[in-house]
């Protein structure tokens, strides 16, 4: 049953382009919309026992190995509704047709290869998986092809192709001592060490270093900020609300949760490199006039508070991590949105040249405000209650250090939101922005499904959090 995650976006890719016609490419973004909308409903409405039944003729002709739990379930649901929004971004921001269905196109892609990193159970499928990501993902950020574009697509690549290297160095060590690639003869493996080996050690820090590239953690952060402004609007969105987030972050989860385990040193490892890309991704944010630059190091602020909520070890902290993950794919992709419609309306990214814009978008200043006090912990929105449970959970497991740090970077946070928002939408409207007008209905709309998700995920938090959120600290078993 698994594997029609996989096959049946696989078998969609290959009929609209082997019958590719003037009528299936009008029909493309439909058929995509359903397949992503699809994904997105059947996770919320069907139980995970669903999951388990087989299809044997099917699961002949699919070679990997499946596998859900409540985890998986969070971030299918994520992948849905973030690929869903990216593709009406893309549908009304991508004029040229052939360009915007090969935005489609790579997009059901990228769909398939995040997929499968989250429902296989080996290191070596997860591996395909990420690297069908990986190229999906370059060949989004290049899209418009201009300078700028190639540019950040550069910077993804090399360090994308540094993280191949290692993640297949770990691969090929773990196979050498290990003599298996399954996340359960691996984790075995590692329950049964009293002293694990050198060249383990080794594997472990290539992998987690890898991923740590892949999830634009300080200070692997380099190729983050410039794939993120210069890639198209509908690709920002894509990259910085899920992508990043599943090929990095998820990942890491699953194979510390799952294969090498929670040892004082991953854990250290983990407190500090999510406190610093805290701080570094705060206090860079602060500094930035272009909205775009602003939001992407913010998002690697954000992310450091997944990784320092993973970094206790705790049920709690993992249940916090999730929960934040789950929000920040929800308000930064609404802030990618805004930043769309500022865009094509203003046709301008500094804030430095807008000013006074709430009288003339008052839909697009409503929302961005709601994401930004959601990003900045403000109650009752969901962001609030993801980084309470992250800060309780860190003063419960006795990391009172980095609490504070979380509650210091989440004034900082409310700091450079507050001063963009008066840059932008407050204060004297300038006079060459007097003929401006708000975005159309096709940007507004997904910008607005997600305040509402936003505002509904903060005022339901207690049935939020008995229904999604705590089920995923079984996974700890």
Known sequence: MLSLFILIPFFILILINLFFSKAVKKLTFWIAAVLFLFQALIVIFKPIEFWSG??????????????IDNLALVMLLSIGIIAFISLIVGQNTINDGTKRFNFINVLVLA??????????KDIFSLYVFLEITAVSSFILISLNRDMEALEGAFKYLILSSVATVMMLTSIALLVMYVGDTSYETIGTFFKNQQFIPFFILVAVSAFVGGLFIKGGLFPFHGWLPDAYSSAPSSVSVFLAGIVTKITGIYTLMRLIISVFGFSPTLQN???????????????????????????????ISQMGYIIISLGTGTPLGIAGAVFHFFNHAIFKSQLFINSAALEEQTGTRNMDELGGLQSKMPVTSATSLIAFLSTAG??????????????????????????LIAILAGVITLAYFLSMNHRVF????????????????????????????????????????????????SILG
């Open 269 to 299: 490892l983990l407190l500090i490199v999510g406190a610093l890309s805290i701080l570094f991704g705060a206090f860079s944010a602060l500094g930035q006039k272009d909205f775009k630059r602003m939001l992407a190091y913010s998002s």
């Open 111 to 120: 769909n398939i290869g995040m997929n499968g990193i989250v429902l296989v």
């Open 54 to 67: 087989k299809l044997p003729s099917i699961e002949k002709l699919f070679p990997f190995s499946l596998y």
């Open 378 to 403: 403000i109650p009752p929105l969901a962001g609030f209650w993801s980084k309470l449970i992250i800060i309780i959970a860190l003063w419960n497991s006795n990391h009172k250090i980095y609490a």
């Open 426 to 473: 407050f204060g004297i409207l300038l006079e060459k922005l007097e003929n401006i007008k708000e975005a159309k209905p096709g940007i507004l709309f997904p910008a607005v499904l997600l305040t509402i998700i936003t505002i509904l995920v903060g005022l339901f938090f207690p049935f939020i959090l008995n229904t999604f959120i705590l089920p995923v600290q």
